[in-house]
């Protein structure tokens, strides 16, 4: 089943009242499907579900694309345009790639212009129930405790907001973050960069773009999983010596002006003013499990469905990054933007549509 698709429609953001500015049914009537998370594989899903007429909402605990608007400040997508847009709504960019500014708008665009039904800063607390008939408990920023019933439950809840910790003390000091905004507060200081992959290279790169004194800690011998036309500008550098290398190294102590390493086996003490610990992120694993949902221990995969995107809880479904556990690089918008029709699909079918 193909779900029909909407043109866009030019707007203007003044002198109009929001489009999700509606009336939330609480316990009363089922909805159709809870979706949770506003990211693209959440906001995809919302758009299938009022295409094919299924009474929905999107619940989402941050604002609009959370995720996105994490990214770092200057970020250009990898991605051209049409392979992170939604439905048949086009997105219009200035160069070749979207920005993270332009990304930013047109998610924000595609739910006024679509209407979409989404509740931003409402984080749910607890899912009970059954298939055919969930409730779910959530504490909305504005309206304080909510409750909703449903018929079918669409987890898209991400997994940039569960930080992988690396478990060292020190690491809840100030100077220790898991996210990188941009370099510029950080010129003329000492960083350490924590991870060996894409995002700690990315980061240490323009660390040192901005002036920061760079040094990178990674566990493995070599680098790994570098995108291809990323990894000759750090070999660059580092041959140069402006950023330094410290491989088979792990963290032990973060302390107010120095980090203590374990480079194999020696120990290793470093100036430092701040941390920026990039080692991935995963799914929420408390809040996946307390659904019913089995999460695989190896890689905290959920377990599910690859063509139904239904878990093992009949009626909740895992769609988005969260489908791939702690490999989330797997998984793009590219490809979890379809995700969520499928599951529309599969709801249709089981009500007799095809």
């Not at 924590?194 to 980061?203: L, R, Y």
């Not at 909740?316 to 529309?344: C, M, Q, W």
């Amino acid at each position: 089943m193909r779900v029909p698709g909407r043109s866009w429609r030019t707007s203007t953001w003044s002198g109009r009242s929001s489009p999700w500015n509606w009336k939330t049914r609480i316990g009363g009537n089922l909805y159709d499907a809870v979706i949770i998370g506003a990211g693209p594989a959440g906001l995809a899903a919302a758009y299938a579900a009022k295409q094919a007429g299924l009474d929905y909402v999107v619940v989402e605990r941050q604002c609009i694309v959370h995720t996105i608007y994490q990214f770092p400040t200057g970020l250009v997508f990898y991605s051209t345009p049409e392979l992170i847009s939604l439905g048949d709504v086009p997105m219009i960019v200035q160069g070749l790639k979207p920005t993270r500014e332009e990304a930013l708008n047109y998610y924000l665009k595609f739910v006024e212009s679509q209407g979409l039904k989404v509740n931003t800063y409402e984080e749910v607390t607890r899912i009970s129930g059954q298939d055919g008939d969930f409730e779910i408990e959530s504490v909305s920023q504005r309206e304080g405790n909510r409750s909703y019933r449903t018929r079918k439950v669409i987890l898209a809840t991400g997994a940039f907001d569960s930080a992988n910790r690396i478990g060292v003390p020190g690491e809840e000091l100030p100077k220790v973050f898991h996210y990188f905004k941009e370099g510029h507060p950080y010129f003329d200081r000492d960083v350490l960069v924590v991870g060996g992959k894409s995002s700690a290279v990315e980061t240490a790169l323009t660390l040192y773009r901005a002036g920061a004194r760079v040094t990178m800690s990674y566990r493995r011998g070599a680098f790994r999983g570098i995108k291809y036309w990323v990894l000759p500008d750090l070999e660059n550098r580092i041959a140069e010596g402006s950023i330094t290398a410290i491989m088979d190294s792990t963290v032990k102590e973060i302390r107010q002006s120095e980090v203590v390493l374990d480079a194999a086996g020696t120990e290793c003490v470093i100036p430092n003013d701040f941390v920026f610990c990039m080692t991935g992120h995963g799914p929420d694993v408390p809040f996946l499990s307390g659904t019913g949902v089995e999460i695989q221990p190896e890689d905290n995969i959920p377990v599910h469905d690859p063509d139904t995107f239904e878990s093992n809880v009949p009626g909740i479904y895992i769609i988005g990054v969260i489908t791939a556990g702690n490999v989330s690089s797997d998984i793009f918008i590219e490809n979890s933007r379809l995700h969520g029709p499928k599951v529309v699909e599969h709801i249709l079918s089981q009500d007799g549509v095809s």
